[in-house]
Nanobody, 123 residues
Framework: QVQLVESGGGLVQPGGSLRLSCAAS????????MGWYRQAPGKQRELVAA???????NYADSVKGRFTISRDNAKSTVYLQMNSLKPEDTAVYYCNAGRWSYASGRHVAGDYWGQGTQVTVSS
């Protein structure tokens, strides 16, 4: 079983930056492909960025070139660096420990979710 704790959210002006962190415990972090998801009010949860066990990444089209996902296996932590933030990035951001589907080239969410961290982009 994996416990995930996100941090780093907050209120930021458009064009600003935030760095989210997700600390994992309880299992072998390096065995999981990790994903960052977000859910805005009234919308479905969506995948924002994912990283394989080996460090390959992919991103939703809406965040490409602005967000960067990374992981530090020694610290059992995954990060999401968010630059050039827009009001439409406002959401609760969650990390997830799952697996990578090489057939689809996408992260497949597992059962382990963090509690979420609120990101609000507003002037």
């Amino acid at each position: 079983q994996v416990q995930l704790v996100e941090s780093g959210g907050g209120l930021v002006q458009p064009g600003g930056s935030l760095r989210l962190s997700c600390a994992a415990s309880g299992s072998i972090f390096s065995l999981y492909a990790m994903g960052w998801y977000r859910q805005a009010p009234g919308k479905q949860r969506e995948l924002v960025a994912a990283i394989t066990r080996g460090g390959s990444t992919n991103y939703a089209d809406s965040v490409k070139g602005r967000f960067t996902i990374s992981r530090d296996n020694a610290k059992s932590t995954v990060y999401l660096q968010m630059n050039s933030l827009k009001p439409e990035d406002t959401a609760v951001y969650y990390c997830n420990a799952g697996r990578w589907s090489y057939a689809s080239g996408r992260h497949v969410a597992g059962d382990y979710w963090g509690q979420g961290t609120q990101v609000t982009v507003s002037s």
